[in-house]
């Protein structure tokens, strides 16, 4: 009986415009599979349930699912703005009774696991009402939940800040991805509840260090990736506006002699109106766009780059579990504690500085590209995250 393995319902990022948040949801179902039955899977963004297609769990919602209902919600968005847009979303999954399905599922199970992406925030402030509402129905049920491999921040607003101390009272683990997130949760939940692991995205692979030595063989000029950020990002037009100008004029100062290719290329699918801005402004015929539909298309692009100027942590982290050297422009906390999080040495800058830094990124590139050492640097640190993860694997 010691044995058997808890019936769970696992709540994730598993619908989303992010291809970060997808593959972290796809490696986070691999790991709860290792401990427990998981008997139902829930988006968290949507509360809908998806449902597991094939033998190797892909989903039939995932950011695969263009078409005429994500051509209606950017028509939504444009007219009602983001902020409208997502209490509109909220006041329809309580009006329509989308929680009751998942409450049922969930009286039928042993524990909850929520988990995944920057969850416990309140730029949306959506985001902590659905969390309390989903462990306030677990509670009144005796069910134990758990929220995992989370970041925290900005937490902008007092009451968000009382339902974080109302619902860790509630839950039995809590675990971050970073030392920054657990510093900003500290007030709101017992230390005994709080942990930190590495993100599950951040997974170890032998054949891609291999293949990034090999790759490197052969590589004479460089290519270079930019992750372009979206608008959300920045806290107003103005900011964002400066953004642009500070990438326009960091690729115009970029020697095109030193480069073969610079492109640009989000993992965020609303990421690419900015780089849509940002092109239309530069006369340079070896910037180009890659878009971006799945985590396929993330493995063919940075098996072509030579270094990336990151901006979207999961960029960050694809590069780092590929072998890929890169530099970090950190536009949020969540960033630097990635960083810190991989003691590594690779460089990171305020994203509102970054036009101080142009010679120190062009001089990164450079030096760190076709890289023997820093590969091996790299592959260093991913087995020591390895190991780590191989100790404490989430209970």
């Known amino acids: 009986m010691g044995n058997e393995k808890e019936n769970v319902v696992l709540i994730s990022f598993f619908k989303s415009e992010n ?19 998981v008997k139902s899977i829930y988006d968290f963004s949507t509360l809908n349930k998806i449902i597991i297609k094939d033998e190797n769990k892909t989903t ?30 909220y006041h329809r999954i309580v009006k ?25 925030m309140d730029r949306d402030k959506t985001w902590p009402l659905r969390m309390k509402k989903i462990i306030d129905h677990c509670y009144k049920n005796k069910i134990k939940v758990d929220i995992v491999y989370v970041g925290a921040g900005p937490i902008l607003y007092p009451s968000t800040e009382r339902i974080y101390k109302e619902i860790f009272d509630k839950i039995e683990t809590l675990m971050v991805r970073d030392y920054r997130s657990k510093s900003l949760l500290m007030p709101y939940v017992e230390s005994k509840k709080i942990h930190i692991d590495y993100d599950p995205a951040l997974f170890y692979n032998q054949e891609k260090y291999k293949t990034r030595l090999k790759s490197i063989e052969s590589k004479k000029n460089i290519t270079l990736g930019i992750n372009v950020i979206g608008e959300e990002c920045f806290p ?14 960091l690729i115009n100062c970029i020697d095109e002699d030193s480069v073969e290719q610079i492109i640009l290329f989000s993992t965020a699918e609303k990421d690419y109106i900015n780089i849509n801005k940002l092109i239309s402004n530069i006369s340079n015929s070896k910037v180009t766009i890659y878009n971006i539909k799945d985590y396929d298309d993330i493995v063919e692009l940075y098996s072509k780059l030579s270094f990336l100027v990151g901006g979207r942590m999961h960029s960050l982290i694809f590069a780092q579990s590929m072998f890929l050297p890169y530099i970090a422009l950190a536009w949020d906390n969540k960033v630097y504690g990635y960083l810190e999080m991989l003691d590594n040495d690779f460089s990171v800058i305020s994203i509102e500085a970054v036009s101080d830094h142009f010679n120190y ?11 023997t050492l820093i590969i091996e640097k790299m592959n ?14 989430y209970k």
């Not at 039928?108 to 416990?120: D, E, P, S, T």
């Not at 107003?236 to 004029?249: F, G, H, V």
């Not at 991913?382 to 404490?392: A, T, Y």
């Open 19 to 37: 291809i970060g948040d997808i593959e972290l949801s796809k490696e986070l179902l691999k790991i709860v599979e290792k401990k427990h039955e």
């Open 60 to 89: 039939n919602e995932t950011m695969n699912d263009y078409g005429f209902k994500r051509w209606l919600k950017n028509i939504i968005l444009l007219t009602l703005g983001r902020k409208n847009y997502r209490w509109l979303t």
């Open 96 to 120: 329509k009774n989308i929680l009751m399905g998942l409450f049922k599922e969930i009286e039928y199970c042993q524990r909850v696991i929520i988990g995944g992406g920057n969850m416990l």
């Open 236 to 249: 107003s037009q103005l900011a964002n506006d400066k953004y642009l100008r500070n990438m326009y004029e």
């Open 361 to 371: 990124i062009k001089s990164s590139m450079l030096d760190n590209s076709n890289n």
């Open 380 to 393: 260093h640190r991913n087995l020591l995250i390895k190991q780590s993860r191989e100790r404490w694997i």
